[in-house]
Nanobody
Framework: HVQLVESGGGSVQAGGSLRLACAAS????????FGWFRQAPGKEREVVAA????????HYHDSVKGRFTIWLDNQKDTLYLQMNSVKFEDTAMYYC???????????????????WGQGTQVTVS
């Protein structure tokens, strides 16, 4: 129903910036929420930032508040994550997720998203 393709990952020095993008295709009109999640080796997947598709509300992990910004370009069906002042602990595989044709109660619950991209690696040195 929906395909998600991330881009923009790479290596960046601490204190630098990076912008991730997630291009959505298919039946995107059915997407109710988008999220960026990350998983570092040996750690559980955690939400980085998430947003309702209508932009009513966003959610950020405490560790990225004030540094990262999530937004959705509806015309391009593309989700973005601007990462500023990155830290070593931001190193992880970053995944884009979408909740399609389902109501979700919690933006930060990975189990409530039913479509996922393949991920893009972010390495901070």
């Amino acid at each position: 129903h929906v395909q998600l393709v991330e881009s923009g990952g790479g290596s960046v020095q601490a204190g630098g910036s990076l912008r991730l993008a997630c291009a959505a295709s298919g039946r995107t009109s059915g997407i109710n929420a988008f999220g960026w999640f990350r998983q570092a080796p040996g750690k559980e997947r955690e939400v980085v930032a998430a947003t309702w598709a209508n932009g009513d509300r966003t959610h950020y992990h405490d560790s990225v508040k004030g540094r990262f910004t999530i937004w959705l370009d509806n015309q391009k069906d593309t989700l973005y994550l601007q990462m500023n002042s990155v830290k070593f602990e931001d190193t992880a595989m970053y995944y884009c997720a979408a909740a399609w044709d389902k109501d979700i109660s919690s933006l930060d619950d990975a189990n409530q998203y039913n479509y996922w991209g393949q991920g893009t690696q972010v390495t901070v040195s």
